[in-house]
T-cell receptor, first 109, second 114 residues
Framework: EDKVVQSPLSLVVHEGDTVTLNCSYE??????LLWYKQEKKAPTFLFML????IEKKSGRLSSILDKKELFSILNITATQTGDSAIYLC?????????FGTGTRLTVIP | NAGVMQNPRHLVRRRGQEARLRCSPM?????VYWYRQLPEEGLKFMVY????????ESGMPKERFSAEFPKEGPSILRIQQVVRGDSAAYFC????????????FGPGTRLTVT
């Protein structure tokens, strides 16, 4: 059975800190791995990763995939209070996304 | 360029009533997915539909739940005879189609069963 495990479950940091969120997975047929940010409403798409070792970057956020070791990381540098959210990692299945339970990030001023 | 629309945003039903949740996909998207998020849990896939077709309903409970995506109009997730355990946030997502792994989510409908 496909599995997505995110760590840590929750994290509290101060503004300006750098954080690394982890997502490890087990899957029979890998297609892609996606990261979403969920505040109080809809998950918003951040990144889609399909190839190992190629960093995707958007502003202060970046992500990379390791298909040999079966994990991905999401980095956020110079964190701001607006980064407080649940960050979700998901695998693409045949017809759906298979989500982890997320990492709850809280950034305090 | 409207995103995925869901309504209502909040729905309160008494046990035994029916709940109808609506989802209009993003313009240009013909594939719709429904997910359920229970408190303190991740998003769980329920059903995947294209226009007039249910493609995969492997995540849908066998009883009381049904979904449709008619030729005209929004996709509907229907829950009959709701129970307290149905209280959750229900999210709809859409994509352009097969081979497109990016799904875009609506704001969700928060169902509360009293």
């Amino acid at each position: 059975e496909d599995k997505v495990v995110q760590s840590p479950l929750s994290l509290v940091v101060h503004e300006g800190d750098t954080v690394t969120l982890n997502c490890s997975y087990e899957v029979t047929n890998f297609r892609s791995l996606l990261w979403y940010k969920q505040e109080k409403k809809a998950p918003t798409f951040l990144f889609m990763l399909t190839s190992s070792g190629i960093e995707k970057k958007s502003g202060r956020l970046s992500s990379i995939l390791d298909k040999k070791e079966l994990f991905s990381i999401l980095n956020i540098t110079a964190t701001q209070t607006g980064d407080s959210a649940i960050y979700l990692c998901a695998l693409t299945g045949a017809n759906n996304l298979f989500f982890g339970t997320g990492t709850r990030l809280t950034v305090i001023p | 360029n409207a995103g995925v629309m869901q309504n209502p945003r909040h729905l309160v039903r008494r046990r035994g009533q029916e709940a109808r949740l609506r989802c209009s996909p993003m313009k240009g998207h013909s594939h719709v997915y429904w997910y359920r998020q229970l408190p303190e849990e991740g998003l769980k896939f329920m059903v995947y539909l294209q226009k007039e077709n249910i493609i995969d309903e492997s995540g849908m409970p066998k009883e009381r739940f049904s979904a449709e995506f008619p030729k005209e109009g929004p996709s509907i997730l229907r829950i009959q005879q709701v129970v307290r355990g149905d209280s959750a946030a229900y999210f709809c997502a859409s994509s352009t189609g097969v081979g497109s792994y990016e799904q875009y989510f609506g704001p969700g409908t928060r169902l509360t069963v009293t």
